[in-house]
């Protein structure tokens, strides 16, 4: 049994001992809420929750159903909360936008919310989001800022509150979208685990064009084998999506750490020369000669991703207009003004430029490809800088380079978004600050599960996830 208190017991340890009967989910589901009742309303990760009769009365029925023999799902019994761009029946889906601040409860589960029902989770409430999805720092004008456990004067990032909630005891797994980091950023910042999985690894039916492999949906968790827990409960074909993966999804809820020696990794020390703060560019120094005692066989390579930056931002930004459009034609004023300004620029593009902007989209991920049939990882740092100060929205400059916009920052994400091969963040170790970063792992594509078992043999040799946060 794990050390640590039950709030911060691993994911698969906590399900193996609910289905084993040695706790209850009854237990479980209160160390959760006590944690949420004492860390939450300093790190505001966790929102609009159900009562906590209601999630009490979910987990009593849990424990009923093992008590009948009843076959369980890969989560069963354990608390997550959903990102709140996802509708969850019962509870009002906000966007983090002030024009739907006062949003009816939704009358419907999301796609992935089904799912994780399905596979036994209860689902406690939202995770605070960048309004509209828009950057990789949550803050919104209904539920303000995300705090990290780490250090509450810095950001906790963005996807969601997930990694906040994750580094802070409040969730064992949690989920999230990336288009342009969000699942990677935050886990970073919080020393949590982020998997931006292959398009069509986890289906969704939101809005908008299911053709699309630019945002996708992914886990969040402490660990890699946690996150391939709540990736076996996600993953799976389904009917409304058009890019879904036949494979079955059971694969990621068995996985082990992988070998690390002899294990060839390409090295990038700013994914084409971008700029990196020197005490991170310090602490990846540090982490490849950790990951080369434990075996692996590093090579310094790049990638060209000379394009990548103009492929992304015209992608991202007819994405915007492509399910922005009404809201921002209809009422512009309710909406933060980054968000209207890349609906308006998606939609100002002509249809050659936007030929253009996926035409290079592809070649990217032909050069991807063809680097990693040569190494099983190709390795970035996950971030150029460590969480920034939670009165920011943006980060304006790093290393001397300043950026004129919120995206530039963090082309670190987006450049491998363009890929299109699924990314890992994992923790790579601390800043002389003290302050969290983390390794971005590029595998091969549709790889999540040696990706996944890559992640967990760096974090058995590091140690760097079994580390808490203190004084939250």
């Not at 069963?76 to 996802?86: E, M, Y």
């Not at 989770?121 to 960048?130: E, F, L």
């Not at 394009?307 to 512009?332: H, L, N, Q, R």
């Amino acid at each position: 049994m794990s050390e640590q208190p039950l709030h911060y017991w691993n994911a698969t340890d906590l399900a193996a001992a609910i289905r084993r009967r040695e706790l209850s989910a009854v237990e479980v589901m209160r160390a959760h809420l006590d944690r949420i009742e004492e860390v939450n309303p300093k790190v505001n990760s966790i929102v609009a929750p159900i009562p906590a009769s209601a999630a009490l009365a979910a987990a009593r029925e849990a424990d009923s159903a093992v008590a009948r023999g009843d076959e369980l799902g890969v989560l069963h019994g354990l608390p997550t909360a959903v990102k709140d761009l996802l509708d969850v029946r019962g509870l009002p889906t906000t966007y983090g936008s002030a024009a739907f601040a006062d949003a009816a409860p939704s009358t419907r589960d999301s796609l992935l919310v089904t799912r994780l029902r399905e596979a036994g989770a209860i689902v406690i409430g939202k995770t605070n989001t960048p309004e509209h999805g828009v950057g990789t720092l949550t803050f919104n004008p209904v539920y303000g800022v995300t705090r990290n456990p780490w250090n509450l004067a810095t950001h906790g990032g963005g996807s969601s509150g997930a990694a906040a909630a994750l580094a802070a005891g409040m969730l064992p797994v949690a989920d999230g979208s990336d288009s342009g980091g969000s699942l990677r950023y935050p886990s970073s910042f919080c020393n949590t685990v982020g998997l931006r999985t292959t398009a069509g690894r986890v289906p969704a039916d939101a809005p908008g064009s299911g053709w699309s492999p630019h945002s996708v949906l992914g886990p969040m968790a402490r660990n890699s084998l946690d996150a391939g827990l709540m990736l076996a409960a996600i993953a799976g074909p389904d009917i409304a999506a058009p890019l879904s993966i036949e494979d079955a999804p059971e694969v990621f809820a068995a996985l082990s750490p992988a070998r690390l020696d002899g294990v060839r990794i390409g090295w990038s020390k700013d994914a084409d020369g971008l700029p990196v703060d020197p005490e991170v560019r310090a602490a990846y120094a540090l982490a490849r000669t950790r990951l080369e005692a434990l075996g692996a066989v590093i090579e310094d390579v790049e990638i060209d991703f000379s394009d990548a930056d103009e492929a992304w931002e015209i992608v991202e930004m007819f994405g915007f207009f492509s399910f922005g459009w009404p809201g921002v034609e209809a009422t512009p004023e309710r909406y933060r003004p980054d968000f209207v300004r890349n609906v308006q620029q998606g939609g100002a593009y002509s249809a050659k430029e936007i030929a253009h902007g996926f035409a290079l989209r592809t070649e990217i991920y032909r050069r991807t490809a063809r680097l990693l049939r040569d190494y099983e990882l190709f390795v970035t740092p996950a971030t150029p800088v460590t969480a920034p100060p939670a009165d920011v929205e943006w980060v304006e400059e790093i290393d001397g380079v300043k950026f004129d916009r919120y995206f530039r920052w963090q082309r670190m994400a987006n450049r491998i978004t363009m890929t299109g091969h699924p990314a890992l963040v994992t923790p790579g170790g601390f800043t002389a600050s003290g302050m969290p970063f983390g390794l971005q792992l590029v595998g091969r594509m549709r790889a999540e599960a040696s990706l996944l078992a890559y992640g967990a043999a760096i974090e058995a040799g590091t140690g760097f996830t079994q580390l808490r946060p203190r004084d939250i």
